[in-house]
């Protein structure tokens, strides 16, 4: 059997037509396993110093714990089934419950504690500008929760726990305070 040019031709090109398309297949796959990334609301939500901050004031609190305390938890755990921007505002509302009533309290107990807090003002004024009223969230279950919990540990004994899961705060933020992902996409 003897093949002419037209026949190998053509079949390079078949073949060249069906390595694209397993190509396309291969690439496609790979943009939807990897979804778009989602900007911060704020940067220092973003910012890796702002995060081993974060992480250095909670372990500094959390050795200061007494045994008892570290079975509590103040930070009411989320329903990440609802409204990613709901669970956002309601832990700017949190965050600015600790901006006015822990960490003006915890302020000369570590070094790193003045520019973590002008850090997290910038998260709570972006987070407001982006549209969270903070105000609309001061009598939401988990912050009442929050709250309550707090009250009944009394003292600095309670201001520092709440320092202590800061870091589980700022998780929260972290996590949810995302440009949606159809605002995302268009950046893109």
Same mark, same amino acid.
């Given at each position: %059997?003897?093949? *002419?040019?037209?026949?190998?031709?053509?079949?390079?090109? &078949?073949?060249?037509?069906?390595?694209? #398309?397993?190509?396309?297949?291969?690439?496609?796959?790979? #943009? #939807?396993?990897?979804? =778009?990334?989602?900007?911060?609301?704020?940067?220092?939500?973003?910012?890796?110093?702002?995060?081993?901050?974060?992480?250095?004031?909670?372990?500094?609190?959390?050795?200061?714990?007494?045994?008892?305390?570290?079975?509590?938890?103040? %930070?009411?755990? =989320?329903? +990440?089934?609802?409204?990613? &921007?709901?669970?956002?505002?309601?832990?700017?509302?949190?965050?600015?419950?600790?901006?006015?009533?822990?960490?003006?309290?915890?302020?000369?107990?570590?070094?790193? &504690?003045?520019?973590?807090?002008?850090?997290?003002?910038?998260?709570?004024? *972006?987070?407001? +500008?982006?549209?969270?009223?903070?105000?609309?969230?001061?009598?939401?279950?988990?912050? =009442?929760?929050? /709250?309550?919990?707090?009250?009944? %540990?009394?003292?600095?004994? $309670?201001?520092?726990?709440? #320092? $202590?899961?800061?870091?589980?705060?700022?998780?929260?933020?972290?996590?949810?305070?995302?440009?949606? /992902?159809?605002?995302?996409? *268009?950046?893109?």
């Amino acid at each position: %059997m003897k093949l *002419d040019n037209a026949t190998i031709l053509s079949c390079l090109q &078949m073949a060249t037509a069906t390595l694209a #398309v397993l190509f396309l297949i291969g690439w496609t796959g790979q #943009v #939807v396993s990897h979804p =778009v990334h989602q900007a911060h609301l704020s940067p220092p939500l973003n910012d890796p110093k702002t995060h081993e901050n974060i992480q250095k004031l909670s372990q500094h609190a959390q050795r200061k714990e007494l045994e008892e305390d570290t079975s509590i938890r103040l %930070m009411p755990r =989320v329903d +990440t089934d609802q409204d990613h &921007m709901e669970i956002c505002c309601l832990h700017a509302n949190i965050l600015n419950f600790y901006l006015n009533n822990i960490l003006r309290k915890y302020s000369e107990e570590h070094p790193s &504690m003045h520019p973590l807090q002008s850090d997290l003002h910038r998260v709570s004024s *972006d987070l407001q +500008t982006r549209g969270c009223n903070v105000t609309h969230y001061h009598d939401h279950r988990h912050t =009442v929760e929050f /709250r309550r919990k707090l009250e009944r %540990m009394e003292g600095d004994r $309670g201001i520092n726990k709440a #320092v $202590g899961e800061i870091d589980i705060l700022f998780t929260y933020l972290h996590d949810f305070c995302k440009e949606p /992902r159809a605002a995302a996409a *268009d950046k893109n």
